[in-house]
């Protein structure tokens, strides 16, 4: 997942920079696997519900 928060590049902030510390490269790694959890768990619920015959339901 944070390999697709970076190539997507989701969060400016969350880019790791020159001189960050590896406890703040850790928590921008988690905070973009987290962003990208979030997007994929969006989008997969309209497709359960479809699945099922509710449709649309977010």
Same mark, same amino acid.
């Given at each position: 997942?944070?390999? +697709? %928060?970076?190539e997507l590049r989701?969060? =400016? @902030?969350a880019m790791g920079r +020159? %001189? $960050?510390?590896?406890r703040?490269? =850790? $928590?921008?790694? =988690? $905070?973009k696997g987290n962003t990208v @959890? %979030?997007?994929l768990r969006r989008g997969l619920r309209p497709v359960e519900n479809a699945a099922r015959g509710?449709?649309?339901l977010v």
């Amino acid at each position: 997942m944070r390999q +697709i %928060g970076e190539e997507l590049r989701l969060w =400016a @902030s969350a880019m790791g920079r +020159i %001189g $960050d510390s590896p406890r703040q490269l =850790a $928590d921008k790694h =988690a $905070d973009k696997g987290n962003t990208v @959890s %979030g997007y994929l768990r969006r989008g997969l619920r309209p497709v359960e519900n479809a699945a099922r015959g509710y449709f649309p339901l977010v």
